[in-house]
């Protein structure tokens, strides 16, 4: 299980979930400590693609028209109906309510309006429909499309290329890695061939169709952008990043290689406007087609959990460890009793790789979790004061306690350290349940500016515990261009880097 808290340095751009009305939502999160790419404009693919090498003179190419004749009959058209909630609680009207994805969110009103058609709150018990897109996988009805698009809903329906209507079924919807199961009551239904994430490559061709604000059947085409990519706030999913253009009501509706194979779900775009920017993302078949299984076995997904804290490493904080490179999870808190206590995990490690799986960013970590079990076992490949280390972690359920994994970033500052720091008195200790560390009274120069505030709790350097000022001035002696601060501010820890002069 994956949760994001906020770096001490932050910006603020947009990731949409694309289904479009209030029921099914469309939500909107911030990214943090990402610049701002530049709109792309929509791609115009040609009329042949190809997935595997260059174009050579004299040698067909896939046709992406075969592809929409072939299989677009099994792509269908999902319309969700629901009720609004009181206007305080609504997710259309409630703009102060944090369990509406939309709530003070400026692009709130596009896909309000959308939905709506008009301005003005939607009061009590009034019906609030949605759309979005959905695939066929097995001719007896079973559906996939994104959880998001059927949250809230009382009644989905599903309308066929052919026309016809169904009144669906949620057989289960896992708001984690939003992918939601559903089942119409038809026999003898085209399909879709399903592909392997593992084998797509950056820069194929690939086809998305859907419903975007409602056009069904609406095909559009272009390349795969970078794969594995983590967002912060859905770090469980390594997201295939494309330029295909996508918008509301394309949520849930799939993604093709140039072979014809389905090999994503179209599920959220990076937007300033509430539209297609550039930037689409969509999630690995590999991982919903496991997701589903469960979904469809138990209605319900039960996520592992390690129980850490962890934060990117960036080259500042890669030197003050003595890493080769800044690459892994560096963990700045672990949950007492948890999993990742039990197997010896501690503030300062920097996760290299789970079950040999290579941890390069922080969102790697909760990704190679997404599928796993409780009680299954995860092997960890840690680096712990300059040595490499191998644990082994028995994974815990969800429901036990919701601990989790986080992602920070810190700014990297210049400079001397700027710290005025004393002893933590008995009382502060016991209000805080603090047992070692340095109250900081002043942060000025290179601290300051790397976010570190008076009133913060300053808990290790370079994972020495600072239990003195002693102590902390022999640390900063041996130590390199940098130092690794573990800070406590409130309830969290982030460890933050200081260059030193």
Do not use: C
Not at 283 to 303: Q, S
């Amino acid at each position: 299980m994956v949760q994001q808290i906020p770096s001490l340095k932050s910006t603020r751009l947009v990731i949409a979930l694309l289904a479009a009305g209030a029921i099914g939502g469309g939500s909107v999160s911030a990214l943090q400590n990402l610049r701002a790419a530049h709109a792309a404009p929509a791609v115009s693919a040609p009329a042949v693609g190809t997935a595997r090498a260059p174009a050579a003179a004299g040698i067909a190419l896939p046709d992406f028209s075969q592809i929409t004749a072939q299989y677009g009959p099994a792509v269908v058209n999902i319309s969700v109906t629901g009720k609004a909630r009181a206007d305080e609680d609504s997710p259309v009207a409630g703009r102060g309510q944090r369990e509406d994805p939309f709530g003070n969110d400026p692009f709130f009103e596009f896909f309000r309006r959308f939905q709506q058609g008009q301005g003005g709150a939607v009061p009590r018990d009034t019906p609030v429909r949605g759309q979005g897109s959905g695939f066929i996988v097995s001719a007896d009805g079973i559906i996939l499309t994104n959880a998001h698009v059927v949250r809230d809903a009382t009644e989905v329906s599903v309308k066929l290329t052919d026309r016809r209507e169904f009144i669906a079924k949620v057989l289960g919807a896992d708001p984690k890695t939003d992918v939601a199961v559903l089942k119409i009551d038809a026999r003898d239904l085209p399909v879709v061939a399903l592909g392997r994430t593992s084998d797509l490559r950056v820069g194929e061709w690939v086809l998305a169709i859907g419903s975007p604000f409602g056009f069904e059947n609406t095909v559009t085409a272009g390349v795969v952008s970078a794969k594995g990519r983590s967002l912060p706030d859905d770090s469980a999913v390594p997201f295939i990043q494309t330029d295909v253009a996508v918008n509301p009501g394309n949520s849930g509706g799939p993604l093709f290689n140039a072979r014809g194979e389905v090999i994503g779900i179209n599920s959220q775009i990076y937007s300033r406007t509430g539209g297609y920017q550039g930037l689409s993302f969509a999630i690995p078949i590999d991982l919903a087609l496991g997701i589903k299984d469960k979904l469809v076995a138990h209605g319900k997904v039960e996520h592992a959990r390690l129980g850490v804290i962890v934060q990117e490493v960036n080259q500042a904080l890669a030197d003050s460890f003595g890493l080769d490179k800044p690459q892994g999870a560096l963990v700045s808190a672990v949950e007492k009793g948890g999993p990742a206590d039990k197997a010896g995990l501690q503030p300062g490690d920097v996760i290299r790789s789970a079950n040999g799986r290579a941890i390069v960013s922080s969102g790697d970590l909760p990704a190679a979790l997404t599928l796993a079990a409780p009680g299954d076992r995860l092997q960890l490949d840690v680096w712990r004061n300059g040595h490499p280390v191998q644990l082994q972690a028995a994974l815990a359920g969800t429901a036990d306690k919701a601990a989790t994994v986080t992602t920070a970033q810190a700014s990297a500052p210049r400079g001397r350290l700027g710290l005025a720091l004393r002893p933590l008195r008995p009382d502060e200790r016991r209000e805080s349940g603090i047992e070692a560390g340095m109250l900081i009274q002043n942060a000025t120069g290179p601290a300051a500016l790397a976010g570190v505030e008076a009133g913060d709790v300053l808990l290790a350097v370079n994972g020495t515990p600072a239990s003195s000022a002693q102590q902390i001035s022999q640390v900063l002696a041996r130590a390199g261009k940098s130092v690794a601060l573990l800070i406590q501010r409130g309830d969290e820890k982030i460890f933050v880097p200081v260059r030193l002069g």
